[in-house]
C-alpha cells in the first residue's frame, strides 16, 4: 500500500468522448507525474507537476492535460478520445527532494475507448 | 521513446533458483531505479541506485550499475513464486521525468 489512490480503477469510453482520472498523492509529497502503460509495454511519462504548476511534458498532444490542486492532489483529462488511448494510467507521487528519492505509484486506471 | 531496455523480455525459473535480468539506457543519468508489477497493475519500488554507486542491495535483491557501459543489472536471489511479476528498470535524468523500458517477465515455478 503506497498512500497513492487512483480513480475510478476501470473505465469504458466511447471513441471522442473525454475522460477525467484522479489521483491522490501520498501525504507530504507535493510532486505528482502522470504515465500510460499500454498493454506489454512499459510506462510512458506523460506530464508532471510540482506544486500546481506543470514541470515536464513527454511526447503526449495538448488533448492530454491535467491540474494538481492545493493539497497535491491531480487530475488527468483525455479529450476527444481516441482508440489507442486504450491503456493503464499510473500516478505516481513523489516528496521534496525528488531528484534522489522514489516515486510511488498508484494501482492505476485501466481505461478501454470503443 | 523508451530511455532504458530490459533484457532478457521473459524468463522462467525454478523456485529457489536466482534471477539475473538487465538494463540498458542511452543517456546520462542521475539514478537508476527498479519497479516491479503484478498482473498490470501499479508498479512497486524495489531500490534506487545513484549514478555514483556501482552496486547496491537490499534483502534478496543485488543491483549493479556501470555507468561507463550506461547499463544496471537486477539479481533476484532464492526466488520464490511471489516474485513472479514484471520487472522494470527506470531512468531519471535531470529533467526529472523517469523513463521505462519494456520490462522483463519473469516466471517462478513451484
Known amino acids: 500500500e503506497t498512500g497513492v489512490t487512483q480513480s475510478p480503477t476501470h473505465l469504458i469510453k466511447t471513441r471522442g468522448q473525454q475522460v477525467t482520472l484522479r489521483c491522490s498523492s501520498q501525504?507530504?509529497?507535493?510532486?505528482v507525474s502522470w504515465y500510460q502503460q499500454a498493454l506489454g509495454q512499459g510506462p510512458q511519462f506523460i506530464f508532471q507537476?510540482?506544486?500546481?504548476?506543470?514541470?515536464g511534458r513527454g511526447n503526449f498532444p495538448p488533448r492530454f492535460s491535467g491540474l494538481q490542486f492545493p493539497n497535491y492532489s491531480s487530475e488527468l483529462n483525455v479529450n476527444a478520445l481516441e482508440l489507442d488511448d486504450s491503456a493503464l494510467y499510473l500516478c505516481?507521487?513523489?516528496?521534496?527532494?525528488?531528484?534522489?528519492?522514489?516515486?510511488?505509484f498508484g494501482q492505476g486506471t485501466r481505461l478501454t475507448v470503443v | 521513446s523508451q530511455q532504458g531496455e530490459e533484457d532478457p523480455q521473459a524468463l522462467s525459473i525454478q523456485e529457489g533458483e536466482n534471477a539475473t535480468m538487465n538494463c540498458s539506457y542511452k543517456?546520462?543519468?542521475?539514478?537508476l531505479q527498479w519497479y516491479r508489477q503484478n498482473s498490470g497493475r501499479g508498479l512497486v519500488h524495489l531500490i534506487l541506485?545513484?549514478?555514483?554507486?556501482r552496486e547496491k542491495h537490499s534483502g534478496r535483491l543485488r543491483v549493479t550499475l556501470d555507468t561507463s557501459k550506461k547499463s544496471s543489472s537486477l539479481l533476484i536471489t532464492a526466488s520464490r513464486a511471489a516474485d513472479t511479476a514484471s520487472y522494470f528498470c527506470?531512468?531519471?535524468?535531470?529533467?526529472?521525468?523517469?523513463?521505462f523500458g519494456a520490462g522483463t517477465t519473469v516466471t517462478v515455478r513451484a
Open positions: 501525504s507530504g509529497h507535493n510532486t
Open positions: 543517456t546520462s543519468i542521475n539514478n
Open positions: 505516481a507521487s513523489k516528496g521534496t527532494g525528488f531528484l534522489n528519492t522514489e516515486a510511488f
Open positions: 541506485i545513484r549514478s555514483n554507486e
Open positions: 527506470a531512468t531519471l535524468r535531470n529533467d526529472y521525468k523517469l523513463s
Open positions: 507537476y510540482y506544486r500546481e504548476e506543470e514541470n
